[in-house]
């Protein structure tokens, strides 16, 4: 070997020892992160603007990979995995969490939130960051709120005018024992079911319709197996960013905070799409043949919940749901 190829790799080693001892060079940690729903949707654009962030803050020092469409498993399989540290992160619905976090039940009781503002006033207010700490002592890092968005009925057996035209419908619905509870109160046949399973269940008849934001129904496609849908609006779906406990805490304090501010502007871009959805989708799916009812009384569907919220204000206090009915 020639002077000036030994010098050359004398240098080049060098180089490497100087990186190595100042943490220059390190391995980069490849992380998971999954969500119930395929196609091209909020929530996809939740865990890919997530990915994205974290791996360009941290100089590509982590990196997060995305799954789609339940390939993890199930939002409360996927956040049991996150919960025993053998999936680092998962993006849910509040679907399953009161299974963990049973004082988050109280957001979804219907016709709580007047629209996407307040929705998003309360779990960016004190009241939506003090939920999140509640997760801690389950396993679980809530690193910041997403949204899924107002749900709304459809079915494929007959419009939806009022609440009396729900009574006797079998529909799927999150494993969560509030919803189950108000939609038995509107005479519903509840049928809880994973996500994965809905499109099938409806295209077999195994269930007559389900509920679900519009930002959901379209990107699913469920325009293919549900004739009428109705805009209800009767339940606020908040959506979570959630880390396994274990893992973050293990997180030096500047990367902990490169997970936090990350969920943060990947929780922006998640409600971001909602607003757009939400401006597109009703115009979008009567075009591909659905039926929908527009204007709709809410009035006479909270009356019909009248018992339900009794009960409601019993397991959630009145001055609870009141505080959180007062944030402008």
Partial sequence: MNVFRTSALVLALTSLTIGLLSGSVSAQTVMRISISTGGDSHQKVAIDTMAREVEQRSNGRYKIQTYYASALGGEREATEAVQMGT???????TGPIPNFVPEAKIFDVPFLFRDYAHARAVLDGPI?????TKFDSKGIKALAWGENGFRHMTNNKRPITGPEDM?????????????????????????????GEVFTALQQGTVDGQENPLSVISSNKF????????????????GVFLMSKAIFDKLPEADKKIFLDSAK????????RVDLDEKNAVADLTKKGMQIIVDVDKAKYQAALAPVFADFEKQFG???????????
Wanted: hydrophobic content about 40%; glycine content about 6%; aromatic content about 8%.
């Fill in 87 to 93: 999936q680092e992160l998962t993006w849910t619905s």
């Fill in 128 to 132: 939506g960051q003090e939920m999140l």
């Fill in 167 to 195: 009574k006797g419908l079998k529909m799927r619905t999150m494993e969560n024992p509030v919803h189950i509870q108000a939609y038995k109160g509107f005479g519903i046949i509840p049928t809880p079911m994973a996500f």
């Fill in 223 to 238: 325009d293919q197996v549900q004739k009428y849908m109705t805009l209800t609006g009767h339940v606020y779906s908040a």
């Fill in 265 to 272: 502007v990947a929780a922006k871009a998640n409600r971001d």
């Fill in 318 to 328: 009145k001055a609870a749901l009141d505080r959180i009915k007062a944030v402008k």
